[in-house]
């Protein structure tokens, strides 16, 4: 039975996504793949748990158009102090003319150096560190207490079917 995306929980993550927009995209280990680790924006989230973004490439990943791979995002937003690591599962994506998907509004110099890449959240993980240095002592007991009230600054979510 596959898992149901339209939910609270997934309802917040993917604003955090939208909000933060800017993540570190990473792949597990695997030579074949060769997609290098870089600072990507994210393109859209699907309300199925599908993020959507380019990556570059150094043109050897057509033999993997398509074929599934496990990769990470990790957000952060400095302001807010907030985190947000996701992880699941990836795939280059083909497009009928050429081969690979490019971004056809990138400068000449990138044009064809980008290839775009959908991920299905699998796993999550949402950190939020709230604490100012500017904050009063009274404001800094009553932040430690909180945490028995309110949600908790740390939540996990797992999307696995």
Not at 1 to 29: G, H, Q, R, V
Not at 40 to 45: A, G, L, R, S
Not at 69 to 91: R, V
Request: contains cysteine; charged residues 20%.
């Amino acid at each position: 039975m596959p898992f149901n995306y339209i939910d609270s929980n997934f309802d917040f993550l993917k604003k955090k996504i939208n909000e933060i927009k800017i993540a570190l995209f990473k792949t597990e280990l695997n030579p074949q793949l060769q997609l290098p680790n870089n600072v990507i924006q994210t393109y859209k989230v699907e309300d199925d748990g599908t993020v959507w973004f380019f990556t570059s490439f150094n043109g050897k990943q057509y033999k993997n158009i398509n074929r599934p791979f496990y990769a990470y995002l990790s957000y952060y937003k400095k302001e807010t102090g907030c985190h947000l690591q996701l992880s699941g599962s990836a795939a280059i994506i083909e497009n009928e003319d050429n081969g690979l998907f490019s971004m056809n509004n990138y400068p000449k110099g990138y044009y064809g150096r980008l290839v775009l890449v959908k991920m299905k959240i699998l796993q999550a993980e949402f950190y939020e560190n709230k604490v100012s240095e500017n904050t009063s002592w009274t404001e800094k007991f009553k932040n430690t207490f909180s945490h028995l009230f309110l949600q908790p600054a740390h939540r996990s979510y797992s999307f696995l079917e």
